[in-house]
């Protein structure tokens, strides 16, 4: 309780990006928990940090962004600008990501299938958000070819959480900076996990 309580009043080491109305008060309140108990601290946005513009500030502030993909991700044109400022700073060197599917498969955030793609286009509907629509993509496609980890209806959510608190800690000690790329060929599995499983 400790750790939880100092990880408040420090500077976020990691930034979540999440569908607030589909995840907050489920998954991702058990992975902030999860994350401070082990001495990581987090930056989650609040309604009232959106309407401050606070939520890019974390972003700034932090040296991981977890982006965690789910069904409703796209439904919000907060989350797609976020991913977009999270796109930017790991291209600057200044940021590293790791995308979590949660209840999503990576090849429908790959190639915008079905709701998810659905709720991407509707934004443009009736209005002039074809730039933006624009960016949206280019940063989908570039966080969800980074190495991720993959939640489904067979996992554990409490040895999920820890596998990625797990990741967390050894992005956090590395000294390269670098986002992990697919063609890199980097496995982000504990060295217990079967050789021959894929990440996603």
Not at 20 to 29: D, I, K, P, T, Y
Not at 45 to 60: C, H, P, Q, R, W
Not at 86 to 95: C, E, M, R, S, W
Not at 138 to 167: M, N, P, Y
Request: hydrophobic share 35%; charged share 30%; with cysteine.
């Amino acid at each position: 309780m400790a750790d939880y309580d100092k990880t408040r009043s420090q500077l976020p080491q990691v930034f979540l990006s999440f569908r607030g109305a589909e995840l907050r008060q489920s998954f991702v309140a058990h992975l902030e928990v999860g994350l401070r108990r082990s001495g990581v601290n987090v930056y989650l946005d609040t309604v009232a940090s959106k309407g401050k513009g606070l939520g890019f500030e974390g972003i700034n502030e932090s040296r991981i962004a977890l982006v965690i993909f789910s069904k409703r991700y796209t439904e919000s044109r907060w989350c797609l600008d976020e991913l977009v400022k999270i796109t930017k700073q790991v291209k600057y060197g200044k940021l590293m990501a790791i995308p979590i599917y949660y209840g999503v498969n990576v090849s429908v955030v790959e190639r915008l299938d079905g709701d998810f793609g659905s709720n991407l286009w509707n934004h443009a509907k009736g209005n002039s958000e074809f730039y933006k629509l624009k960016q949206w993509k280019k940063a989908l496609d570039f966080i969800s070819r980074t190495v991720g980890l993959s939640f489904t209806e067979k996992s554990s959510e409490s040895v999920f959480i820890k596998d990625i608190i797990f990741h967390v800690h050894n992005l956090l000690r590395s000294d390269d900076g670098l986002t992990l790329r697919r063609d890199d060929h980097v496995n982000l599995r504990r060295d217990d996990d079967d050789d021959d499983d894929d990440d996603d």
